[in-house]
Structure formats: structure tokens, C-alpha cells
């Protein structure tokens, strides 16, 4: 008889302990958070939260506001909201025209708290950035994630995210109308401003499929990386695999700056490539 009482005793206590483990688990329970990271993001913004090379995940969450107030910062669009739940927050979508008194659902939002912008001169102590949907709302806005701008590589110099020179990498300088070396291209930004030029060079790093266009950075062994002159990122509609040897033509744009510390002070945009 004692033995059969200890056993429910240990019964007993086992059964009380577990659904209090279980209780303190339903209890306590810790959403997931996403911190800082891009999309190609507002123009213009930087991130200063932790981890900014780890853009944060589009959490399929949605939250729905009226519009207090809107700042363009093309192609995007800095929300004030009024929150149907109760207090305000901040979105980044797609430029849109909304006005303040709209009502406005922004989904597939993501958090991050602390985002700067250098072209608005502010920081944003709340913000999320998500697709606006329904009326008003533009293409759907990418999050600041992986597809929303190229992962930054290794080593920002002179006011350009870039990749870190890679080892013997030594390409013939293109010929031809516009033909110069990436050096050169850095050397001479200021006048070749908006102009087409050509250079060759391998591919040391390619992203597809970001914001409809494919991100390549391209090295041909001139420059250093110490001065950031070695490296230039370019967006093409072409396809080309890190190793290639390509050759590279199109327009010089300077200061480029897309968010969270995507900001180039050369790209060249909408390139065609020739192998």
C-alpha cells in the first residue's frame, strides 16, 4: 500500500510540475522580432540599428492606419499612421499618392526601429516597410530583405558599398567609344556624369532578380581598395555568373543612395554586358 501511495504522490506532483512548465510557456511567449537590415529601401536611408547586413524577413503581418501624414522620398513613400489599434507608427512603401485622412493597410511588414535618412535629415525611432495594398497603393513595394537591394559584401570606401578587391584579377582595358578602366571611371565620375562608357572586367559578385534587374560588381585589377576605386557595381537586365569576363556599357549615375547603407557614390545602371 505505501509503495502504490508514493507512486501517486510522483503522479501527482509530476502531472502538477509539467502543466506548470506548459502554463509558463503559453504564458511567456516571445514574438519573433526582425531588427535592422533593405531592402532597396527609401532613398536616401540609412540603417543604424544592429545587423544591418542582415536585412530582416517580410513577416506576412499587416497592420492597418489612417494617414496622418506622408514625406516622398522617391520612389518611396514615408507613411505616418494612426493605427486602428491604437497609437502611431511609421511605413515605408512604394511612392504612392495617398493623403492624410486615407485609410491604408500596409502588409508584409517588417520592423526596423532607429532607421536613419540621410536625405530627410531625420530618424525614424519607429518604422516597418511593406507592400501598400488596395486603392492607393503602387507596385508592391519590396521589404527591406534580400530582395530588395544586393547584400552587401566586404569593405565600404569613399562613400560606395563595395566588394573587397579580389586576388589577380588583371582584364584588358576595353577599346572604343567611351572605353575606360574602372579606376578611371572613379577618376573622372564628375564628367562622365549621366555619360555612357565601357569598361571590361570579372565578375566578383551577382545577384538576380533584385527589384526586376540583375546587381553585378565588376573588377579589372586598376584602382585600390584602401581608396575604393577598384570595384563598380552595375544593374543590367542581361545574365553574367561570378568569373565571367565581360564588358560592360552604360550610363554613369553618381551618388546613388537606396537605404540601409546601399549607397554608391558610382553605379551604372540598366548596362548591357558582352562577353
Not at 501527482?12 to 502531472?15: D, T, Y
Given at each position: 500500500m505505501r509503495t502504490y501511495l508514493n507512486l501517486a504522490v510522483i503522479l501527482?506532483?509530476?502531472?502538477g510540475l509539467g502543466l506548470g512548465a506548459c502554463q509558463k510557456q503559453v504564458e511567456t511567449?516571445?514574438?519573433p522580432t526582425a531588427t535592422a537590415g533593405l531592402p532597396p529601401l527609401p532613398a536616401g536611408a540609412t540603417a543604424t540599428a544592429p545587423a544591418a547586413s542582415a536585412p530582416p524577413a517580410a513577416s506576412g503581418v499587416q497592420m492597418t492606419g489612417?494617414?496622418?501624414e506622408?514625406?516622398?522620398a522617391p520612389p518611396y513613400s514615408y507613411l505616418h499612421l494612426s493605427l486602428a489599434g491604437g497609437g502611431e507608427d511609421w511605413a515605408a512603401v512604394n511612392q504612392t499618392q495617398v493623403k492624410a485622412g486615407d485609410k491604408v493597410t500596409v502588409t508584409n511588414v517588417s520592423r526596423m526601429d532607429g532607421f536613419e535618412s540621410k536625405t530627410l535629415k531625420r530618424t525614424f525611432e519607429k518604422l516597418v516597410f511593406g507592400n501598400l495594398v488596395g486603392e492607393g497603393a503602387a507596385a508592391p513595394a519590396p521589404a527591406p530583405a534580400?530582395?530588395?537591394a544586393p547584400a552587401p559584401a566586404a569593405g565600404v570606401g569613399s562613400g560606395h558599398t563595395t566588394v573587397a578587391a579580389a586576388p589577380d584579377v588583371h582584364v584588358e582595358r576595353a577599346t572604343g567609344p567611351g572605353a575606360?578602366?574602372?579606376a578611371e571611371v572613379y577618376a573622372n565620375k564628375a564628367a562622365l556624369k549621366d555619360k555612357e562608357v565601357a569598361f571590361r572586367g570579372k565578375v566578383v559578385k551577382y545577384n538576380s532578380g533584385i527589384m526586376g534587374k540583375n546587381?553585378?560588381?565588376v573588377?579589372?585589377?586598376s584602382g585600390t581598395e584602401s581608396k575604393g576605386d577598384h570595384d563598380i557595381a552595375v544593374t543590367t537586365s542581361d545574365e553574367a555568373k561570378v568569373g565571367d569576363i565581360v564588358t560592360v556599357r552604360g550610363p554613369v549615375h553618381l551618388d546613388r543612395d537606396l537605404g540601409a547603407g546601399y549607397a554608391y557614390a558610382v553605379i551604372v545602371e540598366d548596362a548591357k554586358l558582352q562577353r
Open positions: 501527482v506532483l509530476g502531472l511567449p516571445k514574438p489612417t494617414v496622418i506622408r514625406i516622398d534580400a530582395a530588395a575606360a578602366s574602372i546587381w553585378l560588381h573588377q579589372d585589377g
